[in-house]
């Protein structure tokens, strides 16, 4: 589901805070259905609109991947752009949902979540989604002026 809200969320500066997607600034409805197309076209990733259930209104995006089919892991990422939906807990039901279908039906033993220290929406999420932290890459990304940690929360099927 590509439209102007979508490209909307990745040029508004606090919706893409804490994502890389802000360094390609400024996106277009084009750039962005290349990238949504290319997620689709590769077997490797998985690439989910996050829909309300009560009126059907897409309020962000999860992707599960690059899937490592040898080691049986893969990434798992999300964004919430729609600032009326922060807070009420469809990120966490979303990382639930992915996890459960990558353990389910991709085959996946390990799901793997990155993201900025400062992210406290994220950790939130996982935290509650029951992912752990495992890793921390210390001052790996340069965030609003200064170097912050590069957090790494995982889940076992």
Not at 38 to 55: G, P, R, T, V
Not at 62 to 73: M, S
Not at 134 to 153: A, Q, S
């Amino acid at each position: 589901m590509v439209d102007e809200t979508y490209v909307n969320w990745l040029n508004d500066d606090e919706v893409n805070r804490y994502l890389e997607v802000r360094f390609g600034i400024p996106h277009t409805l084009d750039s962005t259905k290349e990238f949504v197309k290319m997620n689709y076209e590769d077997a490797s990733n998985h690439f989910f609109a996050i829909m309300l259930k009560k009126d059907d209104r897409h309020i962000g995006n999860i992707k599960v991947g690059p899937i490592n089919k040898h080691h049986g892991f893969a990434e798992i990422g999300i964004m919430i752009g729609e600032k009326s939906a922060w807070g009420k807990g469809h990120g966490t039901e979303a990382i639930k949902l992915a996890t459960q279908y990558s353990f389910e039906k991709l085959g996946v033993h390990k799901l793997i979540a990155g993201f900025y220290d400062v992210n406290m929406g994220s950790r939130k999420a996982f935290e509650k989604a029951g992912y752990s932290q495992e890793g921390v890459l210390t001052k790996k990304f340069r965030c609003e002026g200064r170097y912050v940690d590069h957090l790494l929360f995982c889940k076992n099927k």
